[in-house]
Protein backbone atom coordinates (compact mmCIF):
# COMPACT_ATOMS: atom_id res chain seq x y z
CA UNK A 1 0.00 0.00 0.00
CA UNK A 2 1.08 3.44 -0.48
CA UNK A 3 1.55 5.76 2.43
CA UNK A 4 -0.21 9.05 2.51
CA UNK A 5 1.90 11.15 4.12
CA UNK A 6 1.42 14.24 2.17
CA UNK A 7 0.45 18.09 2.46
CA UNK A 8 -1.57 19.65 5.14
CA UNK A 9 -5.75 19.90 5.39
CA UNK A 10 -5.96 23.69 5.52
CA UNK A 11 -9.93 24.02 5.90
CA UNK A 12 -9.31 23.34 9.29
CA UNK A 13 -11.57 26.79 10.47
CA UNK A 14 -10.38 28.69 13.52
CA UNK A 15 -13.28 30.47 15.66
CA UNK A 16 -15.97 31.04 14.36
CA UNK A 17 -16.38 27.38 14.01
CA UNK A 18 -18.04 27.08 10.56
CA UNK A 19 -15.79 30.05 9.07
CA UNK A 20 -14.37 29.57 5.81
CA UNK A 21 -11.28 30.77 5.48
CA UNK A 22 -7.86 28.90 5.59
CA UNK A 23 -6.64 28.42 8.75
CA UNK A 24 -3.72 27.01 10.32
CA UNK A 25 -0.73 26.31 7.82
CA UNK A 26 1.03 23.30 9.53
CA UNK A 27 0.03 19.70 8.96
CA UNK A 28 -1.17 18.09 11.76
CA UNK A 29 0.70 14.88 12.68
CA UNK A 30 -1.65 12.67 14.39
CA UNK A 31 -1.82 10.55 17.51
CA UNK A 32 1.14 8.25 18.18
CA UNK A 33 1.05 4.22 18.01
CA UNK A 34 -2.33 3.74 20.76
CA UNK A 35 -1.39 1.37 23.32
CA UNK A 36 -3.41 -1.36 24.74
CA UNK A 37 -5.26 -0.55 28.46
CA UNK A 38 -7.77 -2.31 30.30
CA UNK A 39 -11.01 -2.21 30.07
CA UNK A 40 -12.59 -3.37 32.76
CA UNK A 41 -15.43 -1.28 34.03
CA UNK A 42 -15.25 1.67 36.25
CA UNK A 43 -17.28 3.78 38.14
CA UNK A 44 -18.73 7.17 36.40
CA UNK A 45 -20.16 10.65 37.85
CA UNK A 46 -23.30 10.89 36.33
CA UNK A 47 -24.80 13.72 34.83
CA UNK A 48 -27.47 15.98 37.18
CA UNK A 49 -29.84 16.92 35.23
CA UNK A 50 -32.00 20.37 36.67
CA UNK A 51 -32.86 24.08 35.70
CA UNK A 52 -31.18 26.82 37.69
CA UNK A 53 -32.84 30.10 38.36
CA UNK A 54 -31.25 33.23 38.94
CA UNK A 55 -34.03 35.05 40.01
CA UNK A 56 -32.28 38.85 40.32
CA UNK A 57 -31.12 38.24 36.84
CA UNK A 58 -34.60 37.12 35.42
CA UNK A 59 -32.96 34.44 34.01
CA UNK A 60 -32.86 30.39 33.80
CA UNK A 61 -30.83 27.68 32.73
CA UNK A 62 -31.55 24.10 31.87
CA UNK A 63 -29.75 20.60 30.88
CA UNK A 64 -32.92 19.03 31.41
CA UNK A 65 -32.49 17.26 27.99
CA UNK A 66 -30.10 13.90 26.56
CA UNK A 67 -26.65 15.57 25.94
CA UNK A 68 -23.82 17.30 26.71
CA UNK A 69 -22.45 18.59 30.04
CA UNK A 70 -23.28 20.99 32.59
CA UNK A 71 -22.16 20.38 36.11
CA UNK A 72 -22.60 23.45 37.37
CA UNK A 73 -23.97 27.24 37.22
CA UNK A 74 -23.18 30.11 39.30
CA UNK A 75 -23.45 33.31 39.16
CA UNK A 76 -20.75 36.50 39.95
CA UNK A 77 -22.73 39.79 39.52
CA UNK A 78 -23.60 39.82 35.61
CA UNK A 79 -21.82 36.78 34.63
CA UNK A 80 -23.10 33.05 35.14
CA UNK A 81 -19.96 30.94 35.33
CA UNK A 82 -20.28 27.44 33.66
CA UNK A 83 -19.04 24.57 35.15
CA UNK A 84 -18.20 21.52 32.97
CA UNK A 85 -16.97 18.41 34.39
CA UNK A 86 -15.77 14.36 33.30
CA UNK A 87 -17.59 11.89 33.73
CA UNK A 88 -14.09 10.06 35.27
CA UNK A 89 -10.62 10.25 34.66
CA UNK A 90 -8.16 9.89 33.40
CA UNK A 91 -9.78 11.05 30.54
CA UNK A 92 -9.30 12.71 26.57
CA UNK A 93 -9.50 16.52 27.06
CA UNK A 94 -13.12 16.69 25.29
CA UNK A 95 -15.32 18.59 27.59
CA UNK A 96 -18.18 19.34 25.75
CA UNK A 97 -21.36 21.25 26.87
CA UNK A 98 -25.08 21.96 26.80
CA UNK A 99 -27.64 24.21 28.23
CA UNK A 100 -30.29 25.75 27.32
CA UNK A 101 -31.58 29.43 28.51
CA UNK A 102 -34.32 32.27 28.51
CA UNK A 103 -35.05 35.26 30.90
CA UNK A 104 -38.20 37.18 31.61
CA UNK A 105 -37.11 40.35 29.51
CA UNK A 106 -34.70 40.76 27.00
CA UNK A 107 -31.26 41.57 27.73
CA UNK A 108 -27.53 40.63 27.48
CA UNK A 109 -25.71 37.98 29.62
CA UNK A 110 -22.14 37.21 30.28
CA UNK A 111 -21.42 33.66 30.57
CA UNK A 112 -18.02 31.68 31.44
CA UNK A 113 -17.36 28.55 30.57
CA UNK A 114 -15.18 26.82 32.87
CA UNK A 115 -13.64 23.18 33.15
CA UNK A 116 -12.07 20.99 35.31
CA UNK A 117 -8.94 18.95 34.18
CA UNK A 118 -9.71 20.43 30.74
CA UNK A 119 -9.06 23.44 28.65
CA UNK A 120 -11.69 25.38 26.53
CA UNK A 121 -12.11 23.15 23.57
CA UNK A 122 -15.45 23.33 21.13
CA UNK A 123 -16.62 26.53 20.21
CA UNK A 124 -19.82 27.99 21.27
CA UNK A 125 -22.62 27.40 19.12
CA UNK A 126 -26.58 28.76 18.87
CA UNK A 127 -29.60 27.63 18.21
CA UNK A 128 -33.16 29.12 18.73
CA UNK A 129 -34.65 25.70 18.24
CA UNK A 130 -31.85 22.74 19.27
CA UNK A 131 -31.21 21.73 15.43
CA UNK A 132 -30.39 24.53 13.56
CA UNK A 133 -27.21 26.24 14.71
CA UNK A 134 -24.58 28.91 14.09
CA UNK A 135 -20.96 30.13 15.34
CA UNK A 136 -21.27 32.68 17.72
CA UNK A 137 -20.05 36.00 17.12
CA UNK A 138 -16.45 36.12 17.46
CA UNK A 139 -16.97 39.83 18.44
CA UNK A 140 -18.98 37.97 21.78
CA UNK A 141 -16.12 35.37 22.43
CA UNK A 142 -13.26 36.37 24.61
CA UNK A 143 -10.50 33.73 25.24
CA UNK A 144 -8.50 33.91 28.21
CA UNK A 145 -4.94 32.18 28.88
CA UNK A 146 -5.11 31.26 25.17
CA UNK A 147 -2.03 28.67 24.32
CA UNK A 148 -0.24 29.33 21.32
CA UNK A 149 0.95 25.81 19.46
CA UNK A 150 -0.63 24.82 16.51
CA UNK A 151 -3.00 21.93 17.34
CA UNK A 152 -3.96 19.97 20.64
CA UNK A 153 -4.63 21.23 24.23
CA UNK A 154 -1.57 23.59 23.77
CA UNK A 155 -4.11 25.43 21.01
CA UNK A 156 -6.44 25.99 23.50
CA UNK A 157 -7.90 29.15 25.93
CA UNK A 158 -8.30 27.89 29.55
CA UNK A 159 -11.40 29.17 29.57
CA UNK A 160 -14.14 31.54 28.04
CA UNK A 161 -16.25 34.73 28.08
CA UNK A 162 -19.13 34.63 25.82
CA UNK A 163 -21.99 37.49 25.40
CA UNK A 164 -25.64 36.42 24.43
CA UNK A 165 -28.98 38.03 24.07
CA UNK A 166 -31.29 36.04 25.68
CA UNK A 167 -35.23 36.49 25.95
CA UNK A 168 -38.50 35.07 26.78
CA UNK A 169 -37.83 32.35 23.65
CA UNK A 170 -35.43 29.38 24.87
CA UNK A 171 -32.34 29.90 23.38
CA UNK A 172 -29.80 26.87 22.98
CA UNK A 173 -25.43 26.86 23.38
CA UNK A 174 -23.97 24.46 22.77
CA UNK A 175 -20.23 23.02 22.06
CA UNK A 176 -21.59 21.11 19.11
CA UNK A 177 -24.42 20.66 17.32
CA UNK A 178 -26.78 18.55 19.66
CA UNK A 179 -27.34 14.81 18.19
CA UNK A 180 -28.24 13.15 20.87
CA UNK A 181 -29.77 9.84 20.90
CA UNK A 182 -33.39 10.44 20.42
CA UNK A 183 -32.42 12.77 17.30
CA UNK A 184 -30.38 10.39 15.87
CA UNK A 185 -32.85 7.92 16.29
CA UNK A 186 -35.30 10.05 14.36
CA UNK A 187 -33.02 10.09 11.73
CA UNK A 188 -32.77 6.60 11.74
CA UNK A 189 -36.49 6.40 11.11
CA UNK A 190 -36.69 8.63 8.09
CA UNK A 191 -34.19 6.78 6.42
CA UNK A 192 -35.86 3.19 7.22
CA UNK A 193 -38.94 5.03 5.31
CA UNK A 194 -36.84 3.80 1.79
CA UNK A 195 -37.60 0.53 0.48
CA UNK A 196 -34.09 -0.90 0.99
CA UNK A 197 -33.59 0.48 4.01
CA UNK A 198 -34.35 -1.80 7.37
CA UNK A 199 -33.31 -0.61 10.73
CA UNK A 200 -33.31 -2.96 13.83
CA UNK A 201 -32.59 -3.20 17.64
CA UNK A 202 -29.48 -5.35 17.77
CA UNK A 203 -28.35 -4.63 20.94
CA UNK A 204 -28.13 -2.50 24.24
CA UNK A 205 -26.12 -0.33 26.13
CA UNK A 206 -24.96 -1.10 29.54
CA UNK A 207 -27.85 1.55 30.38
CA UNK A 208 -30.45 -0.68 28.45
CA UNK A 209 -30.41 1.91 25.63
CA UNK A 210 -31.36 0.62 22.11
CA UNK A 211 -28.60 -0.37 19.80
CA UNK A 212 -29.69 0.06 16.22
CA UNK A 213 -27.73 -1.31 13.01
CA UNK A 214 -29.22 0.36 9.62
CA UNK A 215 -29.16 -2.85 6.96
CA UNK A 216 -28.61 -1.00 3.42
CA UNK A 217 -29.22 -2.44 0.16
CA UNK A 218 -30.95 -4.78 -1.91
CA UNK A 219 -28.84 -7.65 -3.09
CA UNK A 220 -30.37 -11.21 -3.33
CA UNK A 221 -27.86 -12.47 -1.45
CA UNK A 222 -26.34 -10.24 1.05
CA UNK A 223 -22.64 -11.44 1.34
CA UNK A 224 -20.80 -8.33 0.28
CA UNK A 225 -20.71 -6.48 3.46
CA UNK A 226 -19.72 -2.89 3.92
CA UNK A 227 -19.57 -1.50 7.60
CA UNK A 228 -19.68 2.18 8.95
CA UNK A 229 -19.88 3.03 13.19
CA UNK A 230 -19.73 6.31 14.43
CA UNK A 231 -20.01 8.41 17.77
CA UNK A 232 -17.75 5.58 20.31
CA UNK A 233 -16.67 9.26 21.71
CA UNK A 234 -20.15 10.98 22.17
CA UNK A 235 -18.74 14.74 21.93
CA UNK A 236 -17.33 13.89 17.74
CA UNK A 237 -20.27 15.17 16.50
CA UNK A 238 -18.24 16.29 13.30
CA UNK A 239 -17.40 12.44 12.77
CA UNK A 240 -20.83 11.85 12.56
CA UNK A 241 -21.84 14.12 10.44
CA UNK A 242 -19.19 12.79 8.14
CA UNK A 243 -21.10 9.53 8.63
CA UNK A 244 -24.52 11.19 7.85
CA UNK A 245 -23.34 12.76 4.49
CA UNK A 246 -21.53 9.30 3.12
CA UNK A 247 -24.72 6.89 4.33
CA UNK A 248 -27.38 9.72 2.77
CA UNK A 249 -25.23 9.10 -0.20
CA UNK A 250 -25.37 5.34 -0.28
CA UNK A 251 -29.12 5.96 0.27
CA UNK A 252 -29.22 8.44 -3.05
CA UNK A 253 -31.10 7.80 -5.81
CA UNK A 254 -27.96 8.35 -8.09
CA UNK A 255 -27.00 5.52 -10.73
CA UNK A 256 -24.66 4.52 -8.68
CA UNK A 257 -25.86 4.41 -5.60
CA UNK A 258 -28.86 2.14 -7.35
CA UNK A 259 -25.91 -0.05 -8.92
CA UNK A 260 -24.09 -0.35 -5.24
CA UNK A 261 -27.12 -1.46 -3.53
CA UNK A 262 -27.94 -4.38 -5.88
CA UNK A 263 -23.71 -6.11 -5.45
CA UNK A 264 -23.53 -4.52 -1.67
CA UNK A 265 -24.80 -4.41 1.66
CA UNK A 266 -24.04 -1.59 4.12
CA UNK A 267 -24.36 -2.27 7.57
CA UNK A 268 -24.05 1.17 9.60
CA UNK A 269 -24.18 1.62 13.36
CA UNK A 270 -24.58 5.60 13.61
CA UNK A 271 -24.52 5.37 17.44
CA UNK A 272 -22.01 3.00 19.41
CA UNK A 273 -22.34 4.97 22.54
CA UNK A 274 -25.93 6.19 23.63
CA UNK A 275 -25.30 6.42 27.16
CA UNK A 276 -22.29 8.41 26.49
CA UNK A 277 -23.87 10.56 24.17
CA UNK A 278 -27.08 11.22 26.41
CA UNK A 279 -25.30 12.03 29.52
CA UNK A 280 -22.63 14.29 28.07
CA UNK A 281 -19.36 12.11 28.73
CA UNK A 282 -15.84 13.56 27.14
CA UNK A 283 -14.98 10.21 25.83
CA UNK A 284 -16.58 7.15 27.72
CA UNK A 285 -19.03 4.39 27.85
CA UNK A 286 -21.51 4.32 31.06
CA UNK A 287 -19.23 1.22 32.26
CA UNK A 288 -16.69 4.13 32.55
CA UNK A 289 -14.06 3.45 29.72
CA UNK A 290 -13.20 4.14 26.00
CA UNK A 291 -14.94 2.04 24.12
CA UNK A 292 -12.32 2.40 20.99
CA UNK A 293 -9.89 0.65 23.41
CA UNK A 294 -12.11 -2.52 24.24
CA UNK A 295 -12.55 -4.32 20.74
CA UNK A 296 -10.24 -7.27 21.58
CA UNK A 297 -10.84 -7.49 25.01
CA UNK A 298 -15.26 -6.84 24.56
CA UNK A 299 -15.73 -6.39 28.41
CA UNK A 300 -18.76 -3.84 27.61
CA UNK A 301 -22.21 -4.73 25.99
CA UNK A 302 -21.47 -2.38 22.77
CA UNK A 303 -18.60 -3.89 21.38
CA UNK A 304 -20.00 -7.13 22.33
CA UNK A 305 -23.18 -6.48 20.98
CA UNK A 306 -21.20 -5.66 17.64
CA UNK A 307 -19.16 -9.13 17.55
CA UNK A 308 -22.10 -11.08 17.63
CA UNK A 309 -24.05 -9.29 14.76
CA UNK A 310 -20.95 -9.48 12.49
CA UNK A 311 -20.19 -12.93 13.27
CA UNK A 312 -24.66 -13.52 12.48
CA UNK A 313 -24.03 -11.39 9.40
CA UNK A 314 -20.82 -12.47 8.04
CA UNK A 315 -21.25 -16.45 8.82
CA UNK A 316 -21.95 -17.94 5.18
CA UNK A 317 -18.89 -19.07 4.00
CA UNK A 318 -18.71 -16.29 0.83
CA UNK A 319 -19.84 -13.32 2.61
CA UNK A 320 -16.90 -10.88 3.05
CA UNK A 321 -16.78 -7.76 5.00
CA UNK A 322 -15.09 -5.66 2.08
CA UNK A 323 -14.28 -2.58 3.90
CA UNK A 324 -14.93 -1.03 7.51
CA UNK A 325 -14.91 2.72 8.27
CA UNK A 326 -14.89 4.01 11.89
CA UNK A 327 -15.87 7.76 12.27
CA UNK A 328 -14.62 9.92 14.77
CA UNK A 329 -13.42 13.95 14.74
CA UNK A 330 -10.24 15.36 16.00
CA UNK A 331 -7.85 18.49 15.99
CA UNK A 332 -7.61 18.55 11.98
CA UNK A 333 -8.75 15.73 9.27
CA UNK A 334 -6.79 12.71 9.60
CA UNK A 335 -7.26 9.11 8.21
CA UNK A 336 -5.36 6.09 10.16
CA UNK A 337 -5.67 3.16 8.19
CA UNK A 338 -3.69 -0.08 8.69
CA UNK A 339 -0.57 -0.27 8.07
CA UNK A 340 1.27 -1.96 4.50
CA UNK A 341 1.97 -5.43 5.99
CA UNK A 342 -1.48 -6.33 6.05
CA UNK A 343 -3.29 -8.66 3.63
CA UNK A 344 -7.26 -7.79 3.76
CA UNK A 345 -10.43 -8.98 1.48
CA UNK A 346 -9.46 -5.57 -0.79
CA UNK A 347 -6.25 -5.23 -1.16
CA UNK A 348 -4.99 -1.68 -2.08
CA UNK A 349 -8.47 -0.71 -1.77
CA UNK A 350 -8.25 2.19 0.29
CA UNK A 351 -5.24 3.54 -0.94
CA UNK A 352 -7.45 3.76 -4.06
CA UNK A 353 -9.74 5.37 -2.59
CA UNK A 354 -8.37 8.17 -0.93
CA UNK A 355 -6.29 8.95 -4.06
CA UNK A 356 -9.61 9.62 -5.58
CA UNK A 357 -10.66 11.59 -3.04
CA UNK A 358 -7.68 13.69 -3.79
CA UNK A 359 -8.52 14.27 -7.72
CA UNK A 360 -12.10 14.62 -7.02
CA UNK A 361 -12.04 17.55 -4.26
CA UNK A 362 -10.75 20.81 -5.68
CA UNK A 363 -7.68 21.95 -3.53
CA UNK A 364 -7.76 18.72 -1.31
CA UNK A 365 -4.82 16.99 -0.25
CA UNK A 366 -5.46 13.96 2.04
CA UNK A 367 -3.48 13.46 5.60
CA UNK A 368 -3.23 10.01 6.08
CA UNK A 369 -0.83 7.68 8.59
CA UNK A 370 -0.67 3.85 8.98
CA UNK A 371 -0.21 1.73 11.66
CA UNK A 372 -1.68 -1.29 12.99
CA UNK A 373 -0.82 -2.13 17.01
CA UNK A 374 -2.34 -4.67 19.59
CA UNK A 375 -4.54 -1.82 21.17
CA UNK A 376 -8.21 -3.55 20.63
CA UNK A 377 -9.23 -0.13 17.96
CA UNK A 378 -11.87 -0.53 15.94
CA UNK A 379 -10.06 -0.59 12.80
CA UNK A 380 -7.83 -3.66 14.24
CA UNK A 381 -10.96 -5.33 14.97
CA UNK A 382 -12.32 -5.04 11.36
CA UNK A 383 -9.07 -6.57 10.01
CA UNK A 384 -7.85 -9.09 12.38
CA UNK A 385 -11.41 -10.84 12.59
CA UNK A 386 -13.31 -10.17 9.57
CA UNK A 387 -10.24 -9.31 6.84
CA UNK A 388 -11.76 -6.02 6.22
CA UNK A 389 -9.88 -3.35 4.65
CA UNK A 390 -10.48 -0.66 7.35
CA UNK A 391 -9.30 2.65 9.03
CA UNK A 392 -10.90 5.88 10.85
CA UNK A 393 -11.88 8.73 9.26
CA UNK A 394 -10.85 11.71 11.86
CA UNK A 395 -12.82 14.63 10.92
CA UNK A 396 -11.72 18.65 12.46
CA UNK A 397 -13.52 19.80 15.59
CA UNK A 398 -14.20 22.90 13.65
CA UNK A 399 -14.26 21.42 9.79
CA UNK A 400 -16.81 23.50 7.79
CA UNK A 401 -19.87 21.29 7.78
CA UNK A 402 -20.47 22.38 4.09
CA UNK A 403 -17.21 20.71 3.46
CA UNK A 404 -18.23 17.70 6.19
CA UNK A 405 -20.92 17.28 3.87
CA UNK A 406 -19.32 17.33 0.10
CA UNK A 407 -16.28 15.52 1.37
CA UNK A 408 -18.78 12.71 3.20
CA UNK A 409 -20.94 12.71 -0.34
CA UNK A 410 -17.29 11.92 -2.61
CA UNK A 411 -16.31 9.35 -0.08
CA UNK A 412 -18.73 7.43 -0.53
CA UNK A 413 -19.34 7.98 -4.34
CA UNK A 414 -15.49 6.56 -4.80
CA UNK A 415 -15.58 3.95 -2.73
CA UNK A 416 -19.20 2.64 -4.36
CA UNK A 417 -17.18 3.03 -7.91
CA UNK A 418 -14.18 1.05 -6.67
CA UNK A 419 -16.23 -1.34 -5.11
CA UNK A 420 -17.81 -2.21 -8.19
CA UNK A 421 -15.02 -2.04 -10.30
CA UNK A 422 -13.52 -4.49 -8.50
CA UNK A 423 -16.18 -6.88 -9.34
ZN1 LIG B 1 -12.73 9.42 18.60
Not at 140 to 166: M, N, T, W
Not at 227 to 243: C, D, N
Amino acid sequence: MKHFLLSLTFLWGLSPAFAQEPAPQKKFQGQGEVEAVPTTPRPVQLQHRTTYHFTDLGVSVSNEFPGARLNGMLQREDTLIAWITAENSPINPSPWYAFKLWAEQPRELYIKLTYEGARHRYYPKLSKDGVHWSALDSAHYQPFRQGDADFGVGSLPEYVRIKVEVGPDTLWLAGQELWNSPRVHAWVDSLSQLDFVRSEVFGESRMGKPMEVMTIGEAKKQNKVVLAISRQHPPEVSGFLAMKSFIETICGDSRLARKFRKQYTLLAIPLMNPDGVDMGHWRHNAGGVDLNRDWSQRHHPETRAVKALLDQRLKADDSQLYFGIDFHSTWDDIYYTLDSTVNTNAPGLIAEWLSSLENELPDYSVNAKGNISAAGVSKNFMYFEYGAESLVYEVGDNTPRPFIQQKGEVAAQQLMRLLLEAD
